[in-house]
């Protein structure tokens, strides 16, 4: 059977002691072993050892009796081409990319080739694991944090959850928004998301007349999902290219970029401060 297969899921319990990941999987469907080696190399193969299940990547695994091999086999997600993120400094415990839209934050069971930690795992020097430490929308772009040791993620993570990490973005908006919204008297957004408080503050920094759109400065005092663009949708100026909270039908790509972020390194107890607009 040809591999352009349709969207499909199988889990295989082993029975047959030193059986090898590619041929359990060559033989329990339909998919030829390079198809399957290429499919584990994009982390849709997994492997379940009692409750504890991660992604497979090696071929030649040898798989034990009662392990669970997992295969979710999808062309469409397969056949993704991940756009290329910048890298803007590595720490060697850390590192700090530009991503740009449509690269992902976290990957499915259906893959991970098109995320910032599988791309930072596959191009940096020397070679080192990621873990995700905050994210970003797919449709937004901007500085992003990425750790390569579980302590410099546990580090990470606490300075966000403490909110010693400075965040700011910069938003096209629809429509003419208030010139009085100044970064000392920004405009405050206290609403729920999810049943959890969240606080976004809005300043003008232009406005478009041509295009009938504004820029807008924001920060935030918490990271809930999409917070800045349903608070900006709340405030009846939806952010440009939003396909979830605005008008839009795929024109554009999402105008929200996460440009400044800024914090004290937990190792050399520096400040860091990384701003993609290269001002103060």
């Known amino acids: 059977m040809s591999d ?15 059986s090898v990941a590619v041929d359990i999987l060559a033989a329990e469907t339909a998919l030829s072993k390079q198809k399957i080696k290429h499919v584990m190399q994009k982390g849709a193969v997994w492997l379940s050892k009692g409750k504890h299940t991660q992604r497979l990547r090696r071929a ?9 091999l997992h295969i979710y086999y999808d062309p469409k997600v397969l056949d993704l081409i991940p756009p290329e993120p910048e890298l803007i400094f590595d720490q060697g415990r850390y590192s700090v990319w530009n991503k740009p839209y449509g690269l992902l934050s976290q990957g499915s069971k259906w893959g991970d080739h098109c995320t910032i930690t599988r791309w930072a795992e596959q191009h940096l020097t020397p070679q080192r694991v990621s873990f995700i430490v905050h994210r970003l929308d797919r449709a937004a772009n901007g500085l992003i944090v990425i750790a390569h040791e579980k302590g410099a993620a546990a580090a990470l993570s606490k300075l966000f959850q403490q909110r010693q990490i400075e965040k700011r973005y910069q ?5 003419q928004f208030s010139e009085q919204a100044t970064a000392e008297n920004p405009t405050k957004v206290e609403s729920d998301i999810d049943e959890r408080h969240a606080t976004s503050y809005f300043s003008f920094i232009k406005y478009d007349t041509e295009q009938d759109r504004s820029l807008l ?3 935030i005092d918490t990271g809930r999902k999409h917070q800045i663009r349903r608070h900006s949708a709340l405030l009846g100026f939806p952010v440009v290219g939003d396909r979830l909270y605005g008008p839009e039908a ?17 190792y050399t107890q520096r400040k860091q401060q990384f701003n993609l607009l290269g001002n103060g």
């Open 4 to 18: 352009s297969l349709l969207r499909f899921e199988k889990h295989i319990k082993v029975h047959q002691a030193n």
């Open 60 to 68: 030649k695994k040898v798989i034990k009796v009662d392990e669970i």
């Open 171 to 175: 938003i096209w908006v629809h429509g």
């Open 217 to 219: 400065d924001v920060s």
């Open 250 to 266: 795929g024109k554009e790509d999402l105008q929200l970029s996460a440009y400044y972020l800024a914090f004290t390194c937990p």
